[in-house]
């Protein structure tokens, strides 16, 4: 059976300073504070110093009838612009966070390139590919509603 595979670009603009938006996005075990879709974020390996090696879990709810679960491996820190990991579980492949400052905050895109690993998703994917990514547009954008409120409380 072949892997359905996506690729995901979601771009954010945050009206906060690039450094706030990178350590908010960076300390991912918060994110069920202020991310609705994200009940649940575990870590699983600290990584080296540097986080780079760190392993979490997430587990993503979305409008959809099911939980996505899947681990990410840091593999690229390149503060305050990037960060990079490698997924594994119901969804593998790469997730790429890349910062810009602007004149208003920080751009923020968002690239998720993965492919689908659960039978039933794959044998879907020719029918429900609309669905799918529809459901991960709304995640995305509950993201970054969430992140606004975040830094706006903390700031």
């Known amino acids: ?4 595979e996506y690729h995901f670009v979601s771009n954010w603009e945050i009206d906060a300073p690039i450094e706030e938006v990178f350590d908010a996005i960076l ?4 994110w069920p504070e202020w991310w609705r879709g994200v009940p649940r974020v575990e870590e699983v390996t600290p990584g080296d110093p540097n ?3 760190n392993v ?3 587990t993503f709810r979305s409008l959809l009838p099911y ?3 899947f681990e990410v491996r840091t593999t690229r820190i390149e503060r305050p612009a990037l960060l990079e990991g490698a997924s594994s579980g119901e969804l593998a492949g790469i997730g790429r966070w890349e910062l810009e400052a602007t004149a208003g905050g920080t751009h923020v895109r968002y690239r998720w390139d993965v492919h689908t690993t659960k039978a039933w998703m794959n044998v879907l994917a020719p029918i429900a590919r609309p669905v799918f990514n529809w459901n991960h547009d709304i995640v995305m954008r509950w993201g970054e509603e969430g992140l606004r409120r975040h830094l ?4």
């Open 51 to 53: 986080g780079i090696g």
């Open 1 to 4: 059976m072949s892997v359905a």
């Open 67 to 69: 939980n996505l679960v």
């Open 27 to 30: 300390d991912s075990t918060r």
């Open 56 to 58: 979490r879990r997430y």
């Open 152 to 155: 706006r409380a903390a700031g």
